[in-house]
């Protein structure tokens, strides 16, 4: 699902509209984050969002994007990306709920997610949370100017295999910045030292979408939703990141 294939090295004044757009997504993403509770419905939060990206002076990217009708996906438990936000949807204590922004403010596009539990929750979606973060840190790591694509997908991939989990395949990173999809892809497996070279000026968003049991996945009704085939939990965490001349990457999302 991508607008674009093509990979766009930015000047600096579009780096400064992504970081610009970044700011404001990650922004937008901790005060959501603060919001989820016991009782709020996901509708609830989606509406919270659209007043906090209006009061930020962006919009949703997300709305209207190949017809997605919300502001924002959230996504419960064995819901892994792309939930539509809907009054039926009621937050619990020990939930695990995934929050993916992207907005779009002056022109430019900041796209991030991250899942957090609800309350104290147990060891194992602890140590789950952790370890997706623990993902796509490594990731993060990976993307230097000089190394490959697959790098940073190799790096994903052996953290996820080392805990075990599942690493869904139907859905990856992508560049961003410009629009909310553009080349490359960055799936969350592969070889080091394949595909495209990274380069200075890159931006890209790097996101480990993970499982407790299979990789297997499948879409609901609603024609959005993804969930897991077997029921199992998910998580999904997402930085927006720029490829710098050397050095760690600039993260344009911050926490
Ligand atoms: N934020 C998502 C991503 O990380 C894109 C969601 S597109 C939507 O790629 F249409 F589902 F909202
Ligand atoms: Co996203
Ligand atoms: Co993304």
């Keep these: 699902m991508k607008k674009s294939d093509r990979i766009i090295v930015k000047t600096p004044a579009q780096i400064a509209g992504c970081r610009l757009a970044g700011e404001r997504a990650a922004e937008v993403l901790r005060i959501m984050c603060d919001a989820v509770r016991p009782g709020v419905s996901t509708k609830a939060l989606d509406d919270l969002a659209f007043d906090t990206m209006a009061a930020l002076g962006c919009k949703s990217a997300d709305y209207g994007y190949y017809g997605y009708p919300g502001q924002t996906c959230i996504s419960v438990n064995e819901a892994v990306i792309h939930g539509v936000p809907s009054e039926k949807v009621v937050i619990r204590d020990g939930d695990l709920v995934s929050i993916d922004i992207t907005v779009e403010c002056g022109g430019f596009v900041g796209d991030n997610a991250r899942t957090v539990i ?138």
Excluded at 120 to 129: A, L, M
Excluded at 204 to 214: A, Q, V, Y
Excluded at 234 to 255: D, Y
Aim: glycine fraction near 14%; charge should be neutral; charged fraction near 20%.
């Design 118 to 255: 609800v309350g104290e929750g147990s060891r194992e979606k602890r140590d789950f949370v952790a370890w997706t973060e623990e993902a796509l840190k490594a990731g993060i790591a990976a993307a230097r100017a000089g190394n490959r694509v697959g790098d940073i997908s190799h790096a994903v991939e052996l953290v996820a295999g080392r805990h075990r989990l599942g690493i869904v395949r139907e859905y990856v990173g992508h560049g961003c910045g410009l629009s909310i999809h553009e080349g490359p892809e960055i799936p969350n497996y592969g070889a080091p030292h394949q595909g495209p070279v990274l380069r200075e000026g890159m931006v890209i968003c790097i996101e480990p979408m993970l499982t407790l049991g299979s990789r297997r996945i499948r879409t609901l009704k609603d024609g959005w939703t993804v969930v897991t085939a077997d029921g199992s939990l998910a998580c999904h965490s997402e930085q927006m990141v720029a490829i710098t001349a050397s050095g760690p990457a600039e993260i344009l999302t911050p926490r």
